[in-house]
């Protein structure tokens, strides 16, 4: 009996090895597909528009814009989280000055060594921000004011890819994953139509998103 039960546990840990494995294997492939399709849609419109190297993408970003804007829980939250863009991902700048307008307070991140993130509302615009983890300006903690994920009430949150039930697949660090578990904040993902997919990996640690944003769609959870 006793090693009927061991045998089992084995071809289940077994098991369990081998489905984990798979999904990274997929998440890989998924990442490497669309951080190649993002590169050649910012080097068609360099291209395309050299003197305005890249201006016309701003338009997408307007897009998503106005579709989070009109969102009620948008217009009801007080202290928003969002982030500033790695290379090639949608620009937020448009939806963080239609929050400023609105007067609401904009928090955002701070990679750290455990591979958490501290929320910081700058005190003075651009020159609260120094380039920090992976070449992203972050805020600098000595001209910012700090804040905790239970204060923020809605979260601009940026993905490798997205599906119509708001799944999101990250960039592999697993920092948004560990923050969205201890806030319950609106999140909302944005990003361009092409990094929707018909369906995600997913593993016990991916948080699932409340809202995905994208220039020519809006889906919404429930």
């Known amino acids: 009996m006793i090693k009927t039960e061991n045998t089992a546990e084995k ?3 077994t098991a369990d090895t081998c489905a984990a494995e798979c999904a990274a294997e997929i998440k890989a492939g998924i990442r490497k597909q669309m951080r190649a399709m993002r590169r050649a849609l910012y080097q068609k ?10 201006d016309p993408l701003i338009e997408k970003a307007f ?3 106005e579709k989070v804007r009109a969102l ?24 963080i000055e239609c929050a400023k307008a609105a007067g609401k307070r904009i928090a955002f991140p701070l990679c750290i060594e455990n591979g958490g993130l501290r929320l910081f509302v700058p005190n003075n615009g651009v020159d609260s921000f120094v380039s920090g983890s992976y070449g992203i300006l972050e805020p600098k903690p000595e001209d910012s004011t700090e804040v905790f ?9 940026p993905a490798v890819a997205f599906t119509k039930e708001c799944g999101r697949l990250g960039q592999g660090g697993g920092y948004y994953d560990r923050l969205l578990k201890k806030t319950g904040a609106f999140t909302v993902g944005v990003g361009y139509d ?9 593993e016990e ?18």
């Open 11 to 13: 071809t289940e840990n």
């Open 45 to 54: 419109f360099i291209e395309d528009y050299p003197v305005y190297q890249g």
């Open 63 to 65: 897009a998503v814009a």
């Open 72 to 95: 009620p829980e948008f217009n009801s939250a007080g202290l928003l989280m969002a982030y500033m863009p790695a290379k090639n991902e949608l620009d937020p700048m448009p939806l």
């Open 149 to 157: 994920a239970e204060d923020i009430d809605l979260i601009i949150v």
């Open 194 to 202: 092409f990094q929707l997919c018909e369906s995600l990996p997913v």
């Open 205 to 222: 640690h991916d948080m699932p998103l409340d809202c995905v944003a994208l220039p020519g769609a809006l889906f919404k959870k429930g």
